[in-house]
C-alpha cells in the first residue's frame, strides 16, 4: 500500500516562507504528474502546482512568483516552497501523485497568520 507521507506545514507570519515535502513510502511506478492542492475552510480543492516527469511546471495564478515546485525522482519525493506567504494562503495542502494509479496524501496544514 502505497502512503505519500506529508511534511513542512504549520503556522507562519504573512511574508514568511514555508517548504512542503511529500514522500512516497514505496517506489510508485510510471510516475506522470506530481502536485500539490489546497483546500480552505467552505472552499473547493484547488491545484496548487504541479510538476510533469520531464520537469514542466504549472502553477496556479495565485501563487505564480512566489512558489517553486520541484521533484526528486529518484526518491520519489515532490516539494513546495513557498515565498512571501498571505493570509489568504491558509489552508490544508494535499499531495498529489498520478501515474498507473493515482495517490493522495494525508494533508498538512498551512497557517499564514496577518
Known amino acids: 500500500q502505497v502512503q505519500l507521507v506529508e511534511s513542512g506545514g504549520g503556522l507562519v507570519q504573512a511574508g514568511g516562507s514555508l517548504r512542503l515535502s511529500c514522500a512516497a513510502s514505496?517506489?510508485?511506478?510510471?510516475?506522470?504528474?506530481m502536485g500539490w492542492y489546497r483546500q480552505a475552510p467552505g472552499k473547493q480543492r484547488e491545484l496548487v502546482a504541479a510538476?510533469?516527469?520531464?520537469?514542466?511546471?504549472n502553477y496556479a495564478d495565485s501563487v505564480k512568483g512566489r512558489s517553486t515546485i520541484s521533484r526528486d525522482n529518484a526518491k520519489n519525493t515532490v516539494y513546495l516552497q513557498m515565498n512571501s506567504l498571505k493570509p489568504e494562503d491558509t489552508a490544508v495542502y494535499y499531495c498529489?501523485?498520478?501515474?498507473?494509479?493515482?495517490?493522495w496524501g494525508q494533508g498538512t496544514q498551512v497557517t499564514v497568520s496577518s
Open positions: 498529489n501523485v498520478r501515474g498507473v494509479f493515482e495517490y
Open positions: 510538476i510533469t516527469s520531464g520537469g514542466s511546471t
Open positions: 514505496t517506489k510508485i511506478f510510471s510516475i506522470n504528474i
